[in-house]
């Protein structure tokens, strides 16, 4: 019996010492599989973009498939949640921006808590948003469209892509700082209220530069001004809002993260593939086109910047409608 037992400890002692040695190897063969890359917005948006493009490189780099899954929906918590509850081994990925990092602060009844369940990854982009309108709107700059919004409370109407998405901030922004009446008309995700913007439905936007760029250089609408403090070299003439109402400054970013007890090793790996990615001039190229700045930050200063994002809607004010 006693030889019994001291077998039955000395399996015991090996089996708790063996995960140290499995997970090191298991982080050298890292990926072995496909991973998923869940994106809480419907597919063409800002977040859905930046999701395919370091999928795209990524499953170049490490020669295994990074497919993206569109969950959208709650903006952006039920691709979250999806995440959270997901295995901890690194292959389901979440495309995580503005709206991640304060959802907690907006909605009183999760079922998680972004900050304590995804483990930050990797940045991918900071980048401007956009006030755009459609063609038919006669205003041509951010001065003409306070007069036309001035004139007339509550009949122009401001497309976003959801409750406390960075079109959604950006926009209540504007409104406070111009002292405006703009109808906020919230949607699942930035592409289809970019088709209706196209549409007319909408007059107003402020969108994520990657995901409108074309459609204003197409003509199909009109940018009056970016959301940051200098213009964008992608969109070198159009100037910031600040020149018209001094102090408004608002910049979108993107990154991944991981379910939170995902290994640490793992985690590394995938940040130091995901930074040598971004340093490739093929992949800052297609990023500088789109009108993003690719930035490359370790997961602890990730995770750092988006607990410092959280201060955003406390400060915005912002409730569900």
């Known amino acids: 019996m006693k030889l019994l037992r001291r077998r039955f400890l000395h399996l015991a002692a090996g089996a708790v010492a063996l995960p140290g040695v499995?997970?090191?190897?298991?982080?050298?063969?890292?990926?072995?599989?496909?991973?998923?890359?869940?994106?809480?917005?419907?597919?063409?948006?800002?977040?859905?973009i930046s999701g395919r493009l370091i999928g795209q490189f990524l499953s170049e780099r490490l020669r295994q498939p990074f497919v993206i899954e569109n969950r959208p929906g709650a903006g952006g918590n039920i691709g979250t949640e999806v995440v959270v509850r997901a295995p901890p081994d690194g292959y389901t990925l979440l495309i995580v921006n503005i709206p991640h990092a304060i959802n907690a602060t907006l909605y009183d009844n999760l079922n998680f808590n972004f900050l304590r369940d995804i483990a930050?990854?990797?940045?991918?982009?900071?980048?401007?948003?956009?006030?755009?309108?459609?063609?038919?709107?006669?205003?041509?700059?951010?001065?003409?469209?306070?007069?036309?919004?001035?004139?007339?409370?509550?009949?122009?109407?401001m497309a976003s892509a959801g409750i406390g998405t960075p079109q959604h901030l950006a926009g209540e922004l504007f409104k406070s700082m111009a002292g405006v009446d703009l109808v906020h008309v919230p949607y699942r995700g930035g592409a289809p209220a970019l088709t209706?913007?196209?549409?007319?439905?909408?007059?107003?936007?402020?969108?994520?530069?990657?995901?409108?760029?074309?459609?204003?250089?197409?003509g199909r609408l009109r940018a009056l001004a970016v959301t940051t403090a200098i213009p964008s070299k992608a969109l070198p003439n159009i100037p910031p809002i600040a020149d018209f109402l001094p102090g408004y400054e608002l910049t979108s970013w993107s990154g991944v993260g991981a379910p939170k007890k995902t290994p640490r090793e793992i985690i590394e790996k995938l940040n130091k593939d995901i930074n040598a990615v971004l340093a490739d001039p093929t992949a800052k190229d297609r990023f500088d086109q789109l009108g993003a700045t690719v930035t490359t930050l370790s997961p602890a200063a990730f995770?750092?910047?988006?607990?410092?994002?959280?201060?955003v809607i406390r400060a915005a004010n912002i409730k569900p409608d």
């Open 120 to 157: 930050a990854v990797a940045m991918i982009y900071r980048q401007p948003l956009v006030l755009e309108v459609n063609p038919a709107v006669p205003a041509k700059t951010v001065g003409e469209l306070i007069a036309l919004a001035k004139g007339n409370p509550g009949k122009v109407n």
């Open 196 to 218: 209706d913007m196209i549409g007319g439905q909408v007059q107003v936007m402020f969108d994520t530069l990657n995901s409108s760029i074309e459609h204003i250089k197409a």
């Open 303 to 311: 995770d750092e910047f988006i607990a410092e994002e959280t201060s």
């Open 22 to 48: 499995s997970l090191k190897s298991w982080a050298q063969t890292y990926p072995s599989r496909p991973v998923r890359i869940v994106v809480g917005y419907s597919p063409g948006g800002a977040a859905d």
